[in-house]
């Protein structure tokens, strides 16, 4: 990216990266090239920020088809064998499933396991993790701070539910339904994604790769399968 910035020097407080930092998963050097060019001109106390899929919400395990769907979303697993598979592990990289969601988005996606790979590629260039939840915590938790519910109202984040005049209220949460709440369907689609930020330390610089495929073994505990029960 370096050769396509007006200034070789130039330098920026914050890189966001929004519902596709995934896509580059689908190889390492991929993956590294993208954390590169997010992050080599960040300023020392600068931030990447950015959301993804959770892979340990995401990854269906015992299952059955591979496939899980609701109202507004499909998601099917690429690899059928390794479902079956008892003691199976997707790969660290290019773990492709196929992600439809309601009329905007019908592409193959890949799972990113974030203990083994962001936490671990993005630490081994000079970034410190500083912010990881779930959307649902952090939804729950910037809806108590006046900003933050005030920026959702703006966006139009939230819609009444249920969504259509004239029917009572049949949530045992009322409040909540009265302040505005997404469907059921919404909400689990909602669950399969997680927010981070990380903060570049004072003495960051970018050191010379380790292959993560090789040394996967040796940090294979912190790889987690949940099961994708709702």
């Given amino acids: 990216m370096l050769e396509k910035y007006s200034s070789k020097d130039i330098s920026f407080d914050i890189c966001s990266c929004q519902f596709s930092f995934h896509y ?32 340990e919400r995401i990854w269906l395990n015992n299952g059955t088809n ?7 979303v499909r998601l099917e697993y690429d690899d059928k064998e390794v479902l079956n598979d008892p003691n199976g592990k997707p790969p660290i990289f290019g773990a492709k499933f196929h992600f439809s969601l309601d009329t905007q988005v019908n592409c193959p996606e890949y799972l990113v396991h974030f203990p083994v ?30 900003e933050g519910r005030g920026l959702m109202g703006r966006m139009q984040a ?20 009265f302040q505005g709440t997404l469907s059921k369907s919404e909400w689990e689609v909602t669950a399969m994604y997680l927010v981070f930020a990380f903060r570049k330390k004072n003495n960051a610089k970018l050191k010379e790769s380790i292959c993560i495929s090789d040394c996967f073994a040796s940090i294979s505990g912190l790889f987690l399968i949940v099961s994708f029960n709702f």
Avoid: H
Wanted: overall charge negative; some cysteine; charged content about 25%.
């Fill in 117 to 146: 790979i962001v936490f671990r590629l993005l630490n081994e260039c000079g970034m410190e993790l500083i912010y990881k939840k779930r959307f649902p915590d952090a939804i729950d938790y910037y809806l108590g701070m006046q």
């Fill in 66 to 72: 591979g496939v899980y769907s609701n109202d507004v």
């Fill in 24 to 55: 580059c998963f689908e190889s390492e050097d991929k993956a590294r090239r993208m954390i590169r060019n997010a992050i080599e001109r960040i300023r020392p106390g600068g931030f990447f920020v950015g959301t993804l899929p959770d892979a």
């Fill in 158 to 177: 939230l819609e009444p539910y249920p969504p259509f005049e004239g029917v009572r209220w049949i949530y045992l949460l009322c409040w909540e339904c």
